[in-house]
C-alpha cells in the first residue's frame, strides 16, 4: 500500500505561483511513476505531469509546458509541482497519484492522495 498526501494549494492571484507537495509512505517501489492530475469543477480530471520515483525525463500536459514543473526529493519522499504564471483556469483540485505506467490515463494509477484546492483570482 502507497499513502499520499498533498498540501501546499491555496488562493492565488493570477500571475502568482505556488508549490504543491505530495507526501508519499508506504511500500514505494523505484520503479513506480509519481503523476499530478487535476479537476475543476463540472470537468473531466486531467493529467498534469509525471515523474519516475527513481528519476527521469519528466512529461507534461503540452498546455502546461512551461510554467509547470515536477521533481521529486527522494530523501523526504515528497514529490513537487511548481506552478508558475498561474491563470484563472489553473483553478482545480490537484490530486498526486502514483502508478506502474506511464501514462496520461488517471484509471491507469494505482494509488490517489485525497486532493490540494487550488484557487486562481483573477
Known amino acids: 500500500q502507497v499513502q499520499l498526501v498533498e498540501s501546499g494549494g491555496g488562493l492565488v492571484q493570477a500571475g502568482g505561483s505556488l508549490r504543491l507537495s505530495c507526501a508519499a509512505s508506504?511500500?514505494?517501489?523505484?520503479?513506480?511513476?509519481m503523476g499530478w492530475f487535476r479537476q475543476a469543477p463540472g470537468k473531466e480530471r486531467e493529467f498534469v505531469a509525471a515523474?519516475?520515483?527513481?528519476?527521469?525525463?519528466?512529461n507534461y500536459a503540452d498546455s502546461l509546458k512551461g510554467r509547470f514543473a515536477i521533481s521529486r526529493d527522494i530523501a523526504k519522499n515528497t514529490v513537487y509541482l511548481q506552478m508558475n504564471n498561474l491563470k484563472a483556469e489553473d483553478t482545480a483540485v490537484y490530486y498526486c497519484?502514483?502508478?506502474?505506467?506511464?501514462?496520461?490515463?488517471?484509471?491507469?494509477?494505482?494509488?490517489w492522495g485525497q486532493g490540494t484546492q487550488v484557487t486562481v483570482s483573477s
Open positions: 497519484a502514483a502508478g506502474v505506467v506511464r501514462t496520461v490515463v488517471s484509471g491507469q494509477y494505482d494509488y
Open positions: 508506504g511500500r514505494i517501489f523505484s520503479s513506480y511513476i
Open positions: 515523474i519516475g520515483w527513481s528519476g527521469g525525463i519528466p
